[in-house]
T-cell receptor, first 114, second 112 residues
């Protein structure tokens, strides 16, 4: 157990809908990262938050957004869902905003868009 | 660096053999190189990492080597066991050095 929690574990929804994925980092970690992993694909970095502020952006679609709250948990919002958005979504946390510390992954949320 | 190439994409070995997975990166200023293991349907787990001030690091049956001149690093697993079967990802610092860019992964299959 990495100490990073994600909810829900599974999510099934229809095209055009909107969903929210939630992540709680390890105790003491200030940085949260979101990744998308599609079938047969690697880990695509989406976005990073550090202590409530957006720190870095990767290949995140405009239909997707995220935020980090004062208690450091983070939410990833996916809207106008398409079939191609079906994937495993992981969050990871690290102690600081730089790579002085390792990233620890949560168990993931499996999103299925039908 | 921001571009990380990983080879091979699949690797099949017999139990007890050694396995080597190689990655190259593009940014010569990169200084941190982790390796993650992901079992089917599970989260990636950090198994070993190396920083640029050392050339090799070992942890029991796994080791990582780094060649900064050539900008490549490798994961070595000795005496492989069936439970080593998984997808292995290498990574290097990405945008702004606060993110990681992952390789596309290597599926390692260890046959008994």
């Amino acid at each position: 157990d990495s100490g990073v929690t994600q909810t829900p574990k599974h999510l099934i929804t229809a095209t055009g809908q909107r969903v929210t994925l939630r992540c709680s980092p390890r105790s003491g970690d200030l940085s949260v990262y979101w990744y998308q992993q599609s079938l047969d694909q690697g880990l695509q970095f989406l976005i990073q938050y550090y202590n409530g502020e957006e720190r870095a952006k990767g290949n995140i679609l405009e239909r997707f957004s995220a935020q980090q709250f004062p208690d450091l948990h983070s939410e990833l919002n996916l809207s106008s869902l398409e079939l191609g958005d079906s994937a495993l979504y992981f969050c990871a946390s690290s102690a600081l905003g730089t790579l002085s510390y390792e990233q620890y992954f949560g168990p993931g949320t499996r999103l299925t868009v039908t | 660096g921001e571009n990380v190439e990983q080879h091979p994409s699949t690797l099949s070995v017999q139990e007890g053999d050694s396995a080597v997975i190689k990655c190259t990166y593009s940014d010569s200023a990169s200084n941190y190189f982790p390796w993650y293991k992901q079992e089917l349907g599970k989260r990636p787990q950090l198994i070993i990492d190396i920083r640029s001030n050392v050339g090799e690091k070992k942890d029991q049956r796994i080791a990582v080597t780094l060649n900064k001149t050539a900008k490549h690093f490798s994961l070595h697993i000795t005496e492989t066991q069936p439970e080593d079967s998984a997808v292995y990802f290498c990574a290097a610092p990405g945008r702004g050095y606060s993110t990681l860019t992952f390789g596309k992964g290597t599926m390692l299959l260890v046959s008994p």
